[in-house]
């Protein structure tokens, strides 16, 4: 991935849970005070699911922002964020959204000619923290959480790659069973 690429992600993955705010009070703005039907938000995050996967519970939720901030009072490692998950079993946008992260145009692709397999995107990635056993970025023997139903593409994953062997990049073809 080019420099210019690398620090435009890293940038907005620092500000992601400010972006996540601001975006989802606008949500919550735009369907309390403007009457914007739940139907849109559910056809909107539909959409945004098929073109770049489940990434409206970590950038836009309004709901994700709230349960962010709960999971991470107990820390990085704390107690809460094995809650992470719970809030989106009532959410039809997570649903749709997961269920479309091995379909989406836009998908975390991998790179191993130049990855030097130094676990910086595992230790980073929240799925391979909370399922170290079954999702790796880089090991062949293991689950690639961005093709996952769980994974929300936060990208930290992305932007913690030194070498740039991760990118988050249009697709279009259907995923391996070896990527499975």
Same mark, same amino acid.
């Given at each position: 991935?080019?420099?210019?690429?690398?620090?435009?992600?890293?940038?907005?993955?620092?500000?992601?849970r400010?972006?996540?705010g601001?975006?989802?009070?606008?949500?919550?703005?735009?369907?309390?005070?403007? $009457?914007?039907?739940?139907? !849109? *938000?559910? /056809?909107?995050?539909?959409?945004?699911? +098929?073109?770049f996967g489940?990434v409206?519970?970590?950038?836009?939720?309004?709901i994700?922002f709230i349960?962010e901030?709960?999971t991470?009072?107990?820390g990085?490692?704390g107690?809460?964020q094995?809650m992470y998950?719970?809030?989106k079993l $009532?959410?039809?946008?997570? !649903? *749709?959204s /997961?269920?479309?992260?091995?379909?989406? +145009?836009?998908?975390?692709e991998f790179?191993?000619?130049?990855?030097?397999k130094?676990?910086?995107c595992d230790?980073?990635?929240y799925?391979s923290?909370?399922?170290?056993?079954?999702?790796?970025l880089?090991?062949?023997?293991?689950e690639?959480?961005?093709?996952?139903f769980?994974c929300?593409?936060?990208?930290?994953c992305?932007?913690?790659?030194p070498?740039?062997?991760?990118?988050?990049?249009?697709?279009?073809?259907?995923?391996?069973?070896?990527?499975?």
């Open positions: 991935m080019s420099s210019r690429k690398t620090r435009l992600v890293t940038f907005l993955t620092d500000r992601r400010w972006i996540q601001m975006i989802g009070l606008g949500v919550y703005a735009l369907m309390s005070f403007m $009457g914007l039907s739940l139907w !849109w *938000i559910l /056809g909107i995050g539909t959409v945004t699911g +098929i073109v489940k409206f519970c970590r950038w836009a939720c309004p994700g349960m901030i709960i991470g009072l107990g990085d490692k107690k809460f094995q998950q719970y809030h $009532g959410c039809p946008i997570a !649903w *749709i /997961g269920a479309l992260n091995k379909q989406s +145009i836009f998908r975390i790179d191993e000619s130049s990855c030097t130094c676990g910086l230790k980073t990635c799925l923290t909370l399922e170290p056993a079954k999702f790796s880089f090991r062949k023997d293991k690639r959480p961005g093709l996952a769980a929300s593409k936060c990208l930290v992305v932007s913690a790659c070498t740039g062997s991760l990118s988050y990049k249009p697709v279009f073809s259907f995923p391996s069973i070896a990527n499975r």
